[in-house]
Nanobody, 119 residues
Framework: QVQLVESGGGLVQAGDSLRLSCAAS????????MAWFRQAPGKEREFVAR????????DYAGSVKGRFTISRDNAKRTVYLEMNSLKPEDTAVYFC????????????WGQGTQVTVSS
């Protein structure tokens, strides 16, 4: 059974940093591209960042580029999202997602972790 479990969320002040983690089980982690998405209250879920199976390529939403960094440790089957210079508009539930490298959609999703940034 595939499981993605996020952790590391919390309540912080604007300008602070947080590191989210997403631990995977039940999958051959190194055969999956990974991504982070987020959903703010009343808004649709949006893409935040993604990383290829071998960390060879990363991509970011324009709103987080230069502030967030996605990384992964295949030995630990974990993907990370380092978030710096947090802003109130970063407040959302953050989800990690996994996509098998031969597929075009994200097949597995975590339950999410809440990030709240106060001004």
């Amino acid at each position: 059974q595939v499981q993605l479990v996020e952790s590391g969320g919390g309540l912080v002040q604007a300008g602070d940093s947080l590191r989210l983690s997403c631990a995977a089980s039940g999958v051959t982690f190194s055969t999956y591209h990974m991504a982070w998405f987020r959903q703010a209250p009343g808004k649709e879920r949006e893409f935040v960042a993604r990383i290829t199976w071998n960390s060879g390529s990363t991509d970011y939403a324009g709103s987080v580029k230069g502030r967030f960094t996605i990384s992964r440790d295949n030995a630990k089957r974990t993907v990370y999202l380092e978030m710096n210079s947090l802003k109130p508009e970063d407040t959302a539930v953050y989800f990690c997602a996994a996509k098998l490298i031969i597929r075009n959609r994200y097949d597995y999703w975590g339950q999410g972790t809440q990030v709240t940034v106060s001004s």
